[in-house]
């Protein structure tokens, strides 16, 4: 059933991300199913691995290519999947990789930047081999595929991680007002920096709203509040990219365009995710500290408590030798004088 579960998910998000082809039918820069993916194997085991290929095979047959392109795809992604997620667990604390900075690194250097060339390798070459790509574009659609399956893995696979690991939440109208201020401070960013087209050169200026936002979410939130809004602005900065609104969209093509936000919002989630991961540590070592202090405080007072009780048996002067006892020890301990 997961299996057929995550087939269904990949080719649907596959679908959809191919919408966004615009160098190749068979190459994106925003491409989400590496992230899911990755997380699936992550969370239950490399056995899903049959999920991944049956669904990169069917959507890339359903889009473009033939039988045999398509199984040239499906195999570099499902080899890409399989890689990243032995790299994480073998040198990056596995699927709790979000919980320290270090491998937090290893996570990006491994499976975000080293795993995705597999596919991108073996998808662009297919093609060539297949007579749906021309050599001189080999460049060109590499970087793309590689960029959509780095940021995908960056940006999604926390969060799904995330999200499954903490379980539900206990929510509070409290909870309900900050999550709701939240995520309306995410879109309003967003809406600011994507959709508002200024004169001049005010769109390069408000872009740099995106990292003081995340970086709040970081201190005030925490490490799964701080991906998903990473997530939210980034569908919004491509929505308003496409309709040719904001900073990125006149670099050109819109290839262009969406690599551009793509290296943009991965550099951007990824350092958020090492401030919210420090601040956490912060957080869980305050009150480690806290509570090893309560327990000192309770030793010292079962402490104080003894040394009252021997004090009411005997009294000690300065060198240890006992110079007075008090006659109801013997009757209640049994000690002789």
Known sequence: VRILLLAAV?????????????????????????????????????????????????????????????LGIAAGNTLEAVVGAYLVIRFANGRRFYERPRSILTFVALAALLSTTLSASCGVTTLCLGGYADWSEFGA?????????AVGSLLVTPVLLLWAARGRASWSLRRAAVTAG?????????YLTFWVSLPGSWNYFLVFLCFPMLAWCAFQFGTRETVTAACMLSAVAIAGTLHGHGAFSALGSKNASLLMLQAF???N????????????????GDATLREVHG?????????????????????????????DWNPQAERIFGWPR
């Open 265 to 267: 919002m991965g550099i």
């Open 269 to 284: 989630g990824t350092t958020a995710l090492l401030i919210a991961a420090v601040v956490e540590a912060r957080r869980l």
């Open 141 to 149: 659609i590499w970087l793309t595929w590689w960029l959509g399956d």
């Open 10 to 70: 990949y080719t649907l998000t596959a679908k959809a991300a191919l919408l966004m082809a615009f160098v190749s039918p068979s190459a994106t820069p925003v491409w989400p199913p590496t992230g899911i993916a990755l997380a699936a194997l992550l969370l239950y085991g490399y056995r899903l691995w049959p999920g991944i290929f049956l669904g990169a095979f069917l959507a890339n047959l359903l889009t473009a290519g033939s039988v045999a392109t398509s």
């Open 295 to 323: 327990r000192l405080e309770l030793e010292t007072q079962r402490h104080l408590i003894l040394d009252a009780a021997l004090d009411a048996i005997v009294t000690i002067d300065s060198e240890g030798r006992i110079i």
């Open 182 to 190: 939240l995520l309306g401070s995410v879109i309003l960013v967003g």
